[in-house]
């Protein structure tokens, strides 16, 4: 089992900068796929970006060229650093946990999200 844990969210104002983090328990984080999704108040969750344990990463475009995802192995540890913040950019960020193997998900972990406001 593992368990997700995010950090780092907060206010900020619009073009401001802030590093949201996930820390995951257990054995397997290098060989889990990871996530950052997000929630805006009265919307549906929606996938914001991914690294594979090979650290490829993909972005939505909405966030594409402001935000880096990274993993660090060693610290079961994944990080969303988000630049140039905008108001549309203000949810609750989730972290997210998949293991995955000849394309079929075996697990899917979730964290309890950190909210992130920013301000016009």
């Known amino acids: 089992q593992v368990q997700l844990v995010e950090s780092g969210g907060g206010l900020v104002q619009t073009g401001g900068s802030l590093r949201l983090s996930c820390a995951a328990s257990?054995?397997?984080?290098?060989?889990?796929?990871m996530n950052w999704y997000r929630q805006a108040p009265g919307k549906q969750r929606e996938w914001v970006a991914r690294?594979?344990?090979?650290?490829?990463?993909y972005y939505a475009e909405s966030v594409k060229g402001r935000f880096t995802i990274s993993r660090d192995n060693r610290k079961n540890t994944v990080y969303l650093q988000m630049n140039s913040l905008k108001p549309e950019d203000t949810a609750d960020y989730y972290c997210?946990?998949?293991?995955?193997?000849?394309?079929?998900?075996?697990?899917?972990?979730w964290g309890q999200g950190t909210q992130v406001n920013v301000s016009s």
């Open positions: 997210n946990g998949l293991r995955v193997i000849a394309g079929i998900t075996l697990a899917d972990y």
């Open positions: 257990g054995s397997i984080f290098s060989r889990l796929t």
């Open positions: 690294i594979f344990s090979n650290s490829t990463t």
